[in-house]
């Protein structure tokens, strides 16, 4: 689940089923016999002692499970989001450590057009976590995040390390809030054509996020990943050798930088705990954030110099997607599809220009939907009103959340005074 899916999430990264490992999204099917198996929808299986799945929450998908080891080919088109991987689940009885040593030589030919990962791929439980190790990627980098909390060299590429935050979003054990690990390779690797090999010494990516304060918990995936959102492409792994044991070691042999001042500032961003879902609320950010989450890889929090009433107001930083902001859960016991509710907002921009700057309706009837509350020309320096008196709320929508995004800019913003009522 791609980072960028947070508003359109992924890392690799809202739908009622993300993945297909939960609970009635997948078609299960057994050991192959040795034939090279063709899907076309939602499976998960095991093949020559590899595991394999195919999520997809809509369009075009081919899932070539080849016989004989790892291998499979995939292409895709007219999809949101696609996922393509063949590795090993696991109980989640043991950690890495447990597990032993852990890597994947890989050899892809790799032909996204648009925005796609190839990358190792996973979770584990206690805690949940979601990770990714990033090797190439088609138009975006992942994850969008404003700032690495440190770096680490291995396997002959430096990596970016990262953490994101999903909130209350579908993972394999539910809605949940959880964490995002990643590394992502500062520079493609070097390729012929379109084939790129390598290894990916996976156990050593994860001793490098314990010294960044990434913990992870008992493995429940590893896997090697072709993921594709709104883009098309195809790839074919003609090699994925899964390594997994011997004695594990804490690597001595990588080099690991940690960016404290990245871990502080990321700390001390409005991250903490599961939010609240919200009935009505008239908001101005005197106490604190409220309720208010980052969306996508910016930063939220609190600012005492600037605001339109009162004394503070809510600092939006480190935009690297038009589409991140500040979100706010609303709860469905209080907001009824059908029905007309009042949402306002203000927010100012000091970019040096004018920008547009827009509320949003987020909301999933089945998949993931965008809905304009309202938009608004913002000049620099100057607070402006974004507000709709009589906003319906669609027909089946649930999972709902209203933020504030400029569609386009990356200019840092502010948000003061938001309120939602009958």
Same mark, same amino acid.
Do not use: H, M, Q
């Given at each position: 689940m791609m980072i960028k899916i947070l508003k359109k999430i992924s890392i690799a990264a809202a739908f009622a089923c993300i993945i297909s490992t939960f609970t009635g999204c997948s078609q299960n099917n057994k050991e192959s016999g040795g034939k090279t198996q063709v899907f076309h929808e939602n499976i998960t299986g095991t093949?020559?002692?590899? @595991?394999? &799945?195919? %999520?997809? @929450?809509?369009?075009?998908?081919?899932?070539?499970? &080849?016989?004989?080891?790892?291998?499979?080919?995939?292409? %895709?088109?007219?999809?949101?989001?696609?996922?393509f991987r063949r590795g090993k689940k696991y109980d989640c009885t043991k950690t890495y450590q447990e597990l032993g040593n852990i890597s994947i030589d890989y050899g892809v030919d790799y032909q996204p057009i648009g925005n796609s990962y190839m990358c190792v791929y996973g979770w =584990?439980?206690? /805690? #949940?976590?979601?990770?990714?190790?990033? &090797? $190439? %990627?088609?138009?975006?980098?992942?994850?969008?995040? /404003?700032?690495? #909390?440190?770096?680490? =060299?291995?396997?002959?590429?430096t990596y970016d390390i990262y953490k994101t935050t999903r909130y209350e979003q /579908?993972?394999?054990d539910g809605t949940q809030t959880f964490e995002q690990y990643w590394s992502v390779r500062r520079t493609k690797p070097d390729s012929s054509g379109n084939k790129i090999e390598g290894t990916i010494s996976i156990s050593k990516h994860f001793d490098a996020w314990k010294k960044c304060g990434l913990e992870l918990g008992k493995m429940y995936e590893v896997a090697l990943t072709i993921e594709g959102y709104q883009s098309q492409g195809k790839a074919t792994i003609y090699k994925n050798a899964l390594k997994v044991g011997g004695t594990y070691s804490e690597a001595n042999d990588i080099d690991v930088t940690v960016d404290y001042d990245a871990i502080a500032k990321l700390e001390s961003?409005? =991250?903490?705990? @599961? /939010? =609240? &879902?919200?009935?009505?609320? @008239?908001? $101005?950010?005197?106490?604190?954030?409220?309720?208010w989450i980052p969306r996508g890889g910016s930063l939220v929090t609190v600012d005492k110099e600037n605001s339109s009433d009162g004394s503070q107001s809510l600092f939006v930083s480190g935009r690297t997607d038009n589409w991140n902001g500040a979100a706010i859960m609303l709860s469905s016991d209080t907001y009824k599809p059908g029905k007309a509710y009042k949402f306002s907002a203000k927010a100012m921009q000091k970019s040096g220009e004018d920008v547009t700057m827009k509320l949003t309706m987020q909301y999933n009837d089945g998949t993931e939907k965008y809905d304009e509350v309202a938009l608004v020309t913002a000049k620099s320096g100057e607070w402006v009103t974004l507000s709709n008196d009589a906003y319906v709320i669609p027909e089946g929508a649930e999972m709902l959340q209203l933020y504030v995004e400029s569609p386009d800019s990356l200019t840092d913003f502010y948000i003061d005074e938001v309120s939602g009522a009958e």
């Open positions: 093949a020559d002692g590899y @595991d394999y &799945e195919l %999520w997809k @929450d809509e369009g075009d998908t081919t899932f070539n499970v &080849e016989a004989g080891g790892g291998n499979f080919s995939c292409e %895709w088109e007219n999809i949101n989001n696609a996922l =584990t439980r206690e /805690p #949940l976590v979601e990770y990714y190790i990033v &090797e $190439s %990627w088609g138009s975006w980098r992942p994850p969008g995040a /404003p700032a690495a #909390l440190g770096t680490v =060299t291995v396997d002959g590429g /579908p993972s394999i961003s409005v =991250t903490e705990g @599961d /939010p =609240t &879902e919200a009935g009505f609320f @008239d908001i $101005s950010f005197e106490k604190g954030a409220e309720g």
